[in-house]
């Protein structure tokens, strides 16, 4: 018999009990649809991590006072006060491995532009931030030393912030108020979108640093809240770090024993804990679709086992006209992989409108694979052919005259 | 006959219910048939007719005797070897039809030749000629449960045709036929077995059916009791060839 004629005759077996078949795919269904929608959202998650991650400039590595567990979960109050402009330039003078170094400090505020006024956040830093973050101006320019070293009050915008306050009016050398005192605004920041953590990182105002401590910091005006910093290249990355570290160590006097009372971490890192969140996440899936294909499968051998039994009499009658112990076989694994194939496909089909759904219904990132819908698909005929096989077996070891007798 | 028998069974037994009261089907059943031969096998319910007609078939597998179809010792064929004498050489008329359900009367017709591996196209023309052959080319299309018991009868008789086989074993071929149907088939047997060759023995509980063959085999509890020609007081349903001019009616076979 060819496969035509096998297929021809599966499907007619298979479409005369079509509630039978449904029932029996529905574990395939749901395994493969699973798959295909995690994996879908997965590989979203992870083009936006990546996507974030590289927002953040490249060669950073970021300063953060206070202990750290291994979690990375910042330590209590006190201890984030650990890191002051002295340790700053400390390391600006020390350390050869970076070019750049810029303390950040932010403060959310009202900032007020005319009869508009708006919450956010004002970042004080120096002209190396633009470098180290890779974030530079769209409009006008960035605030220069020559701003920090005079005390000018001149600010940039993030996108958010600009489109708050002035709408679609250029914003260059209007004024805004932040903490009643008048900035004049020098340009507006390109658009960052949203940070690793979920926040909109243009909903920012930048300041001269100096001007920061001056006019907002208050008490608190030598502590240092983060500092960016730009290794020479990737593969100094490490080195910058490790350099970094000696030297805030022996500048705060901790003991060989004593933890570091700073965190120092790279994108390296942050790459690396990304990834093992996605291969713990493959597992997860690898399992689910495991353990519901195994389901499915199992569904599918005792509809194929019934199907057998119900059918002794026509398995007689083929062996009685002359068909093969391998023509008995191949029918019923023919007909076993179609179901399964065909749940497959289904749930191929499932699982893609679960991805646009979600994406529609919840702006997450999905991103459909067709090699993965392929496999699935590939995967599922595979399970047909696996839990097939034994009811298949039995199908053809029956002897004619005993099938033709069966009642 | 000096040629090797079409069939040769030796002592042929079977024996069933090996576990409880075993019961005797057959015993020691010897029995030749040749070439060309049309044989009628006869006897009471139950005395085993169909059990034999199973064993030649390779239905079923005798406990003991040997069976011997064209010279060749059936017990040393591996089941692919019997799947295919099945298929290529021997036709089978069931005592119960066993057509395949919802499924045309065509495709039962065709079953044979898709294990023979013949293309569709070819499948579908002998089909519906065989069946045109039982006087069913009307219906190829009906599914069994839409076909009345004679009918039903007649495409089992097409598909055991279907592949020209050598041997064609008819197990009560006419049982639910009418006179005119009945001898319809008998003279489509009688013509296969003159102008076709075809090495026929069929099942009867009717002695006009039985007397149109030239050798009637009686069974009785397993043991054939009785061997030769149709007695002279039987009266031929249809005429064939070797009718004697005295006994057999005057108009010609088909
Ligand atoms: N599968 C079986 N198991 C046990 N006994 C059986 C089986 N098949 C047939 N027999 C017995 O074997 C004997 C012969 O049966 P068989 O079917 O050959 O008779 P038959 O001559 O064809 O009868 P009928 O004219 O009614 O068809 C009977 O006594 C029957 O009860
Ligand atoms: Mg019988």
Not at chain 1, 138 to 159: F, I, Q, R, W
Not at chain 1, 194 to 214: L, Y
Not at chain 1, 361 to 368: D, H, K, P, Q, S
Not at chain 2, 83 to 88: C, D, E, K, L, Q
Request: with cysteine.
């Amino acid at each position: 018999m060819n496969l035509f004629t096998l297929l021809r005759l599966a499907l007619r077996v298979i479409s005369r009990n079509k509630a039978r078949a449904m029932l029996t795919v529905l574990g395939i269904v749901i395994g493969v649809a699973a798959v295909i929608a995690m994996v879908a959202l997965g590989a979203g998650a992870q083009q936006n991590i990546a996507k974030q991650i590289a927002s953040l400039g490249s060669n950073l590595i970021i300063i953060i006072p206070g202990t750290t567990n291994i979690a990375g979960v910042r330590g209590g109050g006190g201890s984030s006060t650990t890191v002051d402009v002295d340790d700053i330039d400390a390391l600006r003078r020390e350390v050869k491995s970076i070019t750049h170094l810029a303390p950040a400090n932010r403060q959310q505020v009202q900032i007020v532009a005319g009869d508009a006024n708006w919450g956010t956040t004002v970042q004080g830093t120096t002209p190396a931030f633009y470098v180290v973050r890779d974030w530079r101006t769209d409009v006008g320019t960035e605030h220069s030393e020559l701003d920090e070293a005079a005390h000018n009050k001149v600010c940039v915008l993030g996108k958010t912030v600009a489109a708050q306050l002035f709408g679609t009016d250029d914003p260059i050398d209007q004024w805004v108020r932040i903490k009643k005192v008048p900035f004049r605004v020098i340009g507006v920041l390109s658009s960052k979108g949203q940070s690793p953590m979920g926040q909109d990182q243009d909903d920012t105002v930048v300041i001269p640093f100096s001007v920061f401590r001056q006019r907002l910091a208050g008490t608190q005006r030598d502590q240092i809240q983060v500092a960016y910093a730009a290794a020479l290249d990737a593969d100094s990355s490490q080195a910058a770090v490790d350099e970094m570290t000696a030297v805030l160590r022996q500048r705060h006097h901790l003991r060989e024993s004593a933890d570091d009372d700073f965190s120092i971490r790279n994108l390296a890192d942050m790459a690396a804990a990304s990834r093992e969140v996605a291969d713990s996440m493959t597992l997860l899936l690898g399992s689910i679709a495991g353990v519901s294909l195994l389901v499915g499968g199992i569904g599918i051998m005792n509809t194929m086992l019934v199907s057998v039994t119900e059918r002794t009499r026509e398995i007689g009658i083929r062996l009685a006209v002359g068909a093969k112990s391998r023509d008995i076989l191949v029918q019923f694994l023919v007909e076993a992989v179609v179901l399964s194939a065909f749940g497959g496909a289904i749930g191929v089909l499932v699982g893609w409108l679960v991805a646009r759904l979600l994406n529609d219904a919840t702006g997450w990132v999905t991103i459909f694979d067709p090699t993965v819908a392929a496999l699935a698909f590939l995967v599922s005929g595979a399970v047909g052919v696996f839990f097939g096989f034994w009811p298949a077996r039995r199908a053809a070891q029956l002897d004619p005259i005993d099938a033709l007798r069966y009642e | 006959m000096s040629q090797v028998p079409v069939i040769d069974a030796e002592n042929l037994q079977k024996v069933y219910g090996a576990g409880g009261t075993p019961v005797v089907a057959l015993d020691h059943v010897t029995l030749q048939v040749h070439q060309g031969e049309f044989v009628a096998v006869v006897g009471a319910s139950g005395s085993g007719k169909s059990t034999f007609m199973n064993l030649i078939g390779l239905l079923d597998r005798p406990t003991g005797g040997s069976l011997r179809l064209d010279g060749v010792d059936v017990a040393k064929l591996t089941p692919n070897q019997r799947a295919t004498v099945r298929n290529r050489k021997v036709g089978f008329v069931f005592q119960g039809f066993n057509l395949l359900r919802r499924t045309s009367a065509l495709e039962n017709v065709e079953l044979p030749l898709l294990y023979a591996g013949v293309s569709a196209h070819e499948r579908a023309e002998a089909a519906k000629r065989a069946l045109t052959q039982v006087g069913l080319g009307e219906r190829m299309g009906h599914m069994p449960n839409e076909l009345s018991g004679g009918q039903q009868q007649r495409v089992a008789i097409a598909r055991a045709l279907v592949n020209q086989p050598a041997l064609l074993l008819a197990d009560e071929p006419t049982g639910n036929l009418d006179s005119t149907t009945t001898r319809e088939i008998l003279k489509l047997f009688v013509d296969l077995n003159v102008n076709h060759g075809i090495t026929v023995v069929m099942v009867t509980h009717e002695n006009d059916v039985a007397a149109v063959s030239r050798r009637v085999v009686q069974f009785k509890d397993g043991r054939v009791v009785m061997d030769g020609p149709p007695p002279a007081e039987w009266t031929p349903a249809v005429p064939a060839p070797w009718h004697t001019a005295a006994s057999a009616p005057t108009s010609e076979v088909a």
